[in-house]
């Protein structure tokens, strides 16, 4: 179980503690680097927004903000250049982001000032999530969940009793939410997380990466090895639909009603007529791991080595299927 556990934790970090450190050859080059808001050494890994500012975290405590959708970044770096592995929008505009070394960060609407709350817990939190109630959820190793009414003063803290990663956590209304992890589990609530239902296992061997659920009912899970499978009845099935390109996806984004995914190598998949296809809107990335729609034809995407760029979607057909 060890060697699953590394798995789990290195999936959900992918680079923040390998990172590729590219220093320009030119040292002008580099202060003039240095002095910008995006550097080649950062590692992204989330994006949110809350309709006046969109941020970006990632590695050595960066966290980026932007006022005008993405067009210019301002730089935070947080104190101790913590491992940042997942930032949420709360109700009231204000966001919580997610420290590898057991904290929660929380920050005010405009990202610029933040104060971190320790997370109380032996287990590795690995996802985040902020309910339309203003709560802040964690899941993480040991089938760990977490949950916090008051701003991260206090936690309760349950678990499965199953030694498995949940990686995954999203709610889609006060009452519906869904969660899923190693070993193919999945989980929901129709009760706003006072209780966690246990579905139909995805699979034994699957270890997701991301997920994204368009209702209860209706939604996608990418995994190890490029697996990306589809549920139309909350999770009670599975079908596992074709990659073309056999990548793994490390993010899935909503972009205009339809699905996409972020993957290796800068990929960016579109699901049509319920497979994934490779688009132009691929980007020359060690990898993409998290995105956001920006209206109806520019998605930002954000990833390795720097990565952070809006993509033009307006060349790619619809038709996303069910």
Request: glycine share 14%; hydrophobic share 40%.
């Amino acid at each position: 179980m060890a060697t699953l556990g590394l798995r789990g934790i290195a999936g959900a970090l992918l680079a923040v503690t390998v990172v590729a450190c590219q220093v320009p050859a030119d040292p002008a080059s580099a202060l003039a680097e240095q002095a910008g808001p995006v550097r080649r050494s950062d590692q992204f890994q989330a994006v949110a927004g809350n309709g006046t500012t969109l941020v970006v975290v990632g590695a050595f405590g960066a966290v980026l903000s932007s006022s005008d959708n993405g067009r210019t970044w301002a730089r935070e770096e947080l104190p101790g250049k913590p491992p940042l592995i997942a930032v949420s929008a709360c109700p009231d505009g204000s966001y919580a982001a997610l420290d590898f070394y057991r904290k929660v960060w929380l920050g005010d609407r405009a990202a610029k000032q933040w104060q971190a709350k320790e997370l109380k817990t032996r287990a590795n939190p690995l996802a985040l999530a902020c309910d339309p109630r203003g709560r802040i959820w964690v899941v993480g190793s040991n089938s760990t969940i977490l949950a916090s009414g008051d701003r991260g003063a206090t936690w309760q803290e349950t678990s499965l009793g199953e030694d498995a990663m949940l990686t995954t956590i999203q709610f889609l209304d006060g009452e519906h939410a869904v969660i899923s992890g190693e070993f193919g589990l999945f989980l929901t609530t129709v009760d706003g997380g006072a209780h966690w239902v246990p579905g139909s296992r995805i699979s034994d061997d699957f270890y997701p990466y991301a997920a994204l659920f368009s209702d209860p009912s209706t939604g996608s899970v990418s995994g190890l090895g490029g697996v990306i499978v589809h549920t139309v009845d909350g999770g009670r099935t599975w079908t596992r639909e074709p990659n073309r390109t056999g990548a793994p996806m490390y993010g899935v984004v909503d972009h205009g009603g339809e699905t996409w995914a972020l993957g290796v190598n800068g990929l960016v998949l579109k699901r049509t007529q319920r497979e994934w296809m490779p688009t132009a809107q691929g980007l020359p990335a060690p990898w993409l791991r998290a995105g956001r729609s920006l209206g109806p034809t520019a998605m930002l995407v954000a990833g390795g080595a720097g990565t952070l760029q809006i993509v033009s979607t307006a060349s790619v057909a619809s038709g996303a299927g069910n």
